[in-house]
């Protein structure tokens, strides 16, 4: 594992634009839904390598036998077969990308043939079995509860009731094989869902496809067997990788423009915009523009009360934020990312711990109590996210270098660029 000092920035930030990646979760429905669609879709993800979790999404559908063409520069191409998938090979492979995995079994649930998905040691670790249940409801042969499994008869669709609790990518992975289903499908959320806001984000690229999804409650959805159309859009940046740039003007005071994100809350936008305005309750500033946002502080950095359950992926930012903040901030609604990348909760506690903060991990969450920092090495434990919060952490504090950096190339593979240029 690489280890990578971080060079500390020892002024406020004097107004540098930067830039993130094409959103992850907005990307990888759409390549889902391209591979269902009838004719060819086209997904610009502007200028920025995309990382290795869509990477593992266009070589998933391509192993399922769809035409996949990346010319290189940000641009994918997917041509669809609206009937049914055509698997290349064996074995699926979906490296580390939990998104892939679980949207993947359910496209593969559409095959005539068999297909195995599988991935890394620890994408076999996370949770898939309430997704594989809700698939055999649906009519579909599956061995295994975890990964690897295998995938041997096409899902007849109709009524399925699947839990919230772990991830909302289970329903999130249903519904965008639901308008391929010969009985469509009528899909009941049992008890409460985690994420809950992707779930809009599912029906919205589905409504943008052509594809009518009903509502009769909050936690029904209905979709009928109907054809996906092929569209063409410039994928928008990335709301969660803005996060970082966003908490290092926090810690750092002074002001850093995202020019390529809008981060209003909105039914077309992702959980993490949320964190926005965490940041204005803790004393920051935050203006939107068209497609851009301007994070800024020159006041106290206050603690907070701060439920993540629906955008749990802020909640690394979040500590290392209140770490810097004047008082504690208690955060809640995380105990399902135990089940992440890595065990988070134990993660930021470890890496808080490492450099002089005190974190006081509970089952759903973490009181983080602002200490005098000092530098340390804090392990990334293969989670792009703990990489880059503590990354930003290190720009205030000097002598941090985090170990197993090289993790950030998961999502964001020009995180360390786009740290340097807020040195400029």
Known sequence: MTLRPIIPLRRPLGGTRVTVPASRSIANRELVLS?????????????????EDVRAMCGAIAALGHAVRDDGRGRIA?????????????????????????????????????????????????????????????????????LPLTVRRPA??????????????????????????????????????????????????????????????????????????????????????????????????????????????GPQAEADTRFFALLTRMGCDVGHGRDSVTVSRTGALRGVRADLRDYSDSFPALAVVAAAADG???????????????????????????????????????????RPLHGGVVAAVNDHRIAMAFAVLGLLVPGVAIEGAEAVGKTFPEFFDMLDRLRR
């Open 328 to 370: 504690p901030t208690e955060i809640s609604g995380v105990g399902y990312t135990r089940g992440h990348e890595s065990d988070r909760i134990a993660a930021v506690a470890a890496g808080l711990r490492a450099l002089g903060a005190e974190a006081e991990p509970g089952a759903d969450g973490m009181t983080v109590i602002p």
């Open 35 to 51: 591979a269902l669609a009838a004719g060819t879709s086209r997904l610009d993800l502007g200028g920025h390598e995309p990382g």
């Open 78 to 146: 997917v041509t669809g077969s609206p009937s049914r998938p055509r698997p290349t090979g064996a074995t699926v492979d979906c490296a580390m990308s939990g998104t892939t995995s679980r949207f993947v079994t359910a496209l593969a649930s559409l095959a005539p043939e068999p297909v195995t998905i599988d991935g890394a040691p620890r994408l076999r670790e996370r949770p898939i079995a309430a997704l594989v249940a809700a698939l055999r409801a649906l009519g579909t042969e599956i061995d295994g509860e975890r």
């Open 156 to 265: 007849a669709g109709g009524a399925v009731r699947v839990p919230g609790h772990e991830s909302s990518q289970f329903a999130s992975a249903l519904l965008l094989a639901g308008p391929a289903m010969p009985a469509g499908l009528d899909l009941t959320l049992a008890g409460s869902t985690v994420n809950a806001p992707f779930l809009e984000l599912t029906a919205d690229a589905l409504r943008r496809r052509g594809v009518r999804v009903d509502r009769p409650s909050r936690d029904r959805f209905v979709v009928l067997r109907q054809r996906v159309r092929a569209r063409s859009l410039r994928v928008p940046g990335d709301a969660i990788s803005a996060t970082y740039p966003a908490a290092a003007a926090a810690i750092l005071g002074g002001e850093v423009t995202i020019e390529n994100v809008d981060v209003r809350v």
